[in-house]
């Protein structure tokens, strides 16, 4: 058994590919016989995923979840910044530019105003629960758009660390909500098609949130998407330091 135990620690990365690909297994089986399709398996999970990381991180006392455990270490790097930035460039790889075309002005008012949108809900909650500094409501605000721009903006106009981190879970959790909701309301607002997935990705920004709640509408959608969630997350770290910082300094002081 310890012999066994060393092959799997050695080989973490392949053992984290196993475990996700068991895991989707079991996510599309309950999919078809407890939801009979309705929702799909990429968003079931993605709650199993939430669950077993918390409990990995409840049962270790760690900080990263089933990484925490030995065997399953390699899930750190799968889930981890390089594989997922590869993810990321590699859905470029997909895109028809004669579609990009086609989005015009709607891709890039998408873009503008998603981030603008965001960015001014997740101020106004943060000077909501007390954060009225401009620093702390930039910061959350960005990461109302992201959890990437959020420590980004933070870093630069010099956040405290537990606003930073706030500023991750608000990303966080548009994230996750973006992956599972996608599917269910994607029927209702027709987002069906190369152009609607352009412009929901410049809305919604979270490029993991997109990408996965697209895989789970209709994954032929997801590199156009993932694109204009992309050039969202580019539009937020320029804009959420600089310009929108300048604005909420004027606005509340600083």
């Not at 709650?47 to 409990?55: D, F, N, T």
């Not at 870093?155 to 537990?162: D, I, L, Q």
Request: net charge neutral; charged share 10%.
């Amino acid at each position: 058994m310890d012999q066994i135990i060393g092959v799997f620690e050695s080989n973490d990365l392949l053992v984290a590919f196993v475990v996700v690909g068991g895991l989707m297994a079991v996510s599309g089986w309950l999919s078809k016989k407890l939801t009979r399709g309705w929702l799909h398996g990429s968003a079931i999970a993605i709650v199993l995923g939430l669950a077993l990381a918390y409990w990995g991180g409840w049962a270790t006392g760690g900080e990263h979840g089933l990484a925490d455990i030995a065997v399953f270490s390699g899930l750190g790097l799968m889930g981890g910044a390089m594989l997922r930035d590869f993810a990321i460039v590699s859905t470029a790889y997909g895109v028809d530019l004669r579609e990009i075309r086609r989005a015009g002005m709607v891709g890039v008012l998408s873009i503008v105003l998603g981030v603008l949108v965001s960015f001014a809900v997740g101020a106004a909650i943060a000077a909501a629960f007390g954060y009225t500094d401009a620093a702390s409501m930039a910061t959350i605000g960005a990461g109302a758009a992201t959890y990437i721009v959020g420590p980004v903006t933070g870093t630069a106009v010099g956040a405290s660390s537990e606003v930073i981190a706030l500023s991750v879970a608000a990303g966080l959790v548009k994230s996750v909500v973006v992956m599972v909701g996608t599917p269910l309301i994607a029927p209702l607002i027709g987002l069906n098609n190369p152009k609607s997935a352009m412009a929901y990705g410049g809305s919604m920004g979270t490029t993991s949130g997109v990408a996965g709640g697209l895989a789970a509408t209709d994954k032929r959608l997801v590199p156009y998407g993932a694109m204009t969630a992309t050039f969202y997350t580019g539009l937020g770290c320029l804009l959420g330091p600089s310009l929108l910082y300048v604005v909420l300094r004027a606005l509340v002081g600083g």
